[in-house]
């Protein structure tokens, strides 16, 4: 069974902080991606990135896939409040498997 | 445009009772999948589909049923409900190609059931 580990799984922060979520597999992927999920809601994608090195950027968020395609980060500049929720990532081979989540707080 | 549509919302069984979970898409997408949400263990794969017709198993497919006769639905069938299946269940879809797979243009989750059964 592939397995995603994400660390840490929980972070606590106040607003301005920089964070550095990671999400790490000994197994390959042909595309990872990361979701955020708020309460009661289902996971939304923010990004895909299919190219082993690959860096993007969405605003103050920033992936990036390992050379090897087996690990992946995601950078958060100067967090907001608003960005309080639970940060998955989810690599996929022939089907997608998720990693266990981060869950951030992000207070005032 | 609404996307993944999921029903019910909430819902609560005795031991023993079968239901369905409804989903349904109306984007066109090929893939469609099937995940329960449980705490500290992130979403883990029940059954996927990758056409009308077309099912398979993914990680915990155990107590579950689905079919797949059109691509709008892809139904989730619980057969004899126990406490074990107690989560929040999700239901998603995505595009798939024969050179690039689902997971290159992102999943199209709904909100969710949460079902507790007693």
């Known amino acids: 069974t592939q397995l995603l580990e994400q660390s840490p799984q929980f972070l606590s922060i106040q607003e301005g902080e920089n964070l550095t979520v990671y999400c790490n597999s000994s197994?390959?992927?042909?595309?990872l991606q990361w979701y955020r999920q708020e309460p009661g809601e289902g996971p939304v994608l923010l990004v895909t990135?299919?190219?082993?090195?690959e860096v993007k950027k969405l605003k103050r968020l920033t992936f990036q896939f390992g050379d090897a395609r087996k690990d992946s980060s995601l950078h958060i500049t100067a967090a907001q409040p608003g960005d309080t929720g639970l940060y998955l990532c989810a690599g996929e081979d022939d089907k997608l498997i998720f990693g266990t989540g981060t869950r951030l707080q992000v207070f005032p | 445009n609404a996307g993944v549509t999921q029903t019910p919302k909430f819902q609560v069984l005795k031991t023993g009772q079968s239901m369905t979970l409804q989903c349904a898409q109306d984007?066109?997408?090929?893939?469609m999948s099937w995940y329960r949400q449980d705490p500290g263990m992130g979403l883990r794969l029940i059954h996927y589909s990758v056409g009308a017709g077309i099912t398979d198993q993914g990680e915990v497919p155990n107590g579950y049923n689905v079919s797949r006769s059109t691509t709008e639905d892809f139904p989730l069938r619980l057969l004899s409900a126990a406490p074990s299946q107690t989560s929040v269940y999700f239901c998603?879809?995505?595009?798939?190609?024969?050179?690039?797979?689902?997971?290159?243009?992102?999943?199209?989750f709904g909100s969710g059931t949460r079902l507790t059964v007693v």
């Open positions: 197994s390959v992927f042909s595309s």
């Open positions: 990135v299919v190219t082993g090195g």
């Open positions: 984007m066109n997408h090929e893939y």
């Open positions: 998603a879809s995505s595009y798939s190609t024969g050179v690039r797979g689902p997971g290159s243009y992102g999943y199209t």
